[in-house]
């Protein structure tokens, strides 16, 4: 069975024609087949540890980011206070996460991981970037370049300040 997809002639797809619709759906075609795979790897070892998806993403955000705010994480994970605090309160209770009070504010809670934590976080990490390192290495570094910029336009202007909280020095937060 031969399918008229640029997964499959991608090589054909010239270079002005990117924005064909026959491109961008191919384009949503290996989002959602791509997604699909990424996640299942995680979601396996998430079971292991009885965490779910909204865990790991507040986990990887403290682990890029120890000793980041509440506050903070409520604005780069883009959800609500309520859903943060609900997380939150399963981590803490599972003894990944810990919180000491900020030296400047004793109001605002920062967020770190425990050693469990920790071990967490790589063990499910690891299983997420294996798949990226082998893509990585099948298509080169220019291609990777390409795939940063890419992703960096999916995520909505509004919402790239998450990307900004994950770099910020956290220094900042006393």
Not at 30 to 47: N, P, Q, Y
Not at 52 to 76: K, M, N, T, Y
Request: with cysteine.
């Amino acid at each position: 069975m031969t399918h008229d997809t640029p997964i499959d002639d991608i090589s054909r797809l010239h270079l002005d024609e990117y924005l064909s619709s026959r491109a961008v759906e191919g384009g949503l075609d290996l989002l959602v087949f791509a997604h699909g795979a990424f996640i299942k790897a995680s979601d396996a070892k998430l079971s292991e540890f009885g965490l779910g998806r909204a865990h790991f993403r507040f986990l990887h955000l403290v682990a890029r980011r120890p000793h980041i705010a509440i506050g903070d994480l409520v604005e780069a994970l883009q959800i609500s206070k309520q859903s943060v605090n609900r997380v939150n309160c399963d981590l803490l209770s599972s003894a990944l996460i810990e919180h000491t009070f900020c030296s400047r504010d004793r109001r605002r809670r920062l967020v770190s991981l425990t050693d469990k934590g920790n071990s967490v976080v790589k063990e499910v990490s690891l299983a997420l970037t294996f798949h990226i390192s082998r893509a990585y290495s099948m298509v080169g570094p220019e291609a990777v370049q390409g795939f940063w910029l890419l992703m960096q336009h999916l995520v909505p202007f509004e919402s790239r300040q998450c990307l900004q909280v994950i770099d910020r020095d956290p220094s900042q937060n006393g």
